[in-house]
T-cell receptor, first 113, second 110 residues
């Protein structure tokens, strides 16, 4: 079936550097993508989303890029801070009315002081 | 604003015992509701979703069931827990945009 996967299970960056977390998806019919941040013992927290008719969307310190040609999604975090340390998930959604999300396995981001 | 509540936060249950986890949403009407399970260090697996009262769709065969007795209430149940039912259970809601998650229930079956 369709799946969403990630290239790197763990990413370690220096505080202040930019972070890039990548994700590959397999369902070309997906029309909506979301990045979540999950801290230990907590539920996933919405970070940013993007629809399939866009290729870039920016938030506060975060940018999501969507490349539909190669079915690739990335999350860029500018000036990474210790509070950014968490597990990050990408999720994709199809076009049916269930709005159900399919999640990847996650990338752990470690920020070195 | 919308809020979602899950309880309990943690639960330790013996094998063979029943289970009931409850999730309620406030501040929205007719949401789609979801139950996910997360194994340690893994991603989220969708277990059930509901698009309306009494409507339940199961994504994976398992020892669990779900019910939606009211518009903003979603319940996850089991008659007899297995060791493999241990995990972090997350409830979520959506009305077409992003899905928003509760804080989860850590279930340990012993």
């Amino acid at each position: 079936g369709e799946s969403v996967g990630l290239h790197l299970p763990t990413l370690s960056v220096q505080e202040g550097d930019n972070s890039i977390i990548n994700c590959a998806y397999s369902n070309s019919a997906s029309d909506y993508f979301i990045w979540y941040k999950q801290e230990s013992g907590k539920g996933p927290q919405f970070i940013i989303d993007i629809r399939s008719n866009m290729d870039k969307r920016q938030g506060q310190r975060v940018t999501v890029l969507l490349n539909k040609t190669v079915k690739h999604l990335s999350l860029q975090i500018a000036a990474t801070q210790p509070g950014d340390s968490a597990v990050y998930f990408c999720a994709e959604r199809g076009m049916d009315s269930s709005y159900k999300l399919i999640f990847g396995s996650g990338t752990r981001l470690l920020v070195r002081p | 604003s919308q809020t979602i509540h899950q309880w309990p936060a943690t639960l330790v249950q013996p094998v063979g015992s029943p289970l009931s986890l409850e999730c309620t949403v406030e501040g929205t009407s007719n949401p789609n509701l979801y139950w996910y399970r997360q194994a340690a260090g893994r991603g989220l697996q969708l277990l059930f979703y509901s698009v309306g009262i009494g409507q339940i769709s199961s994504e994976v065969p398992q020892n669990l069931s779900a019910s939606r007795p009211q518009d903003r209430q979603f319940i996850l149940s089991s008659k007899k827990l297995l060791l493999s039912d241990s995990g972090f259970y997350l409830c979520a809601w959506s009305t077409g945009g992003s899905a928003f998650f509760g804080q989860g229930t850590r279930l340990t079956v012993v």
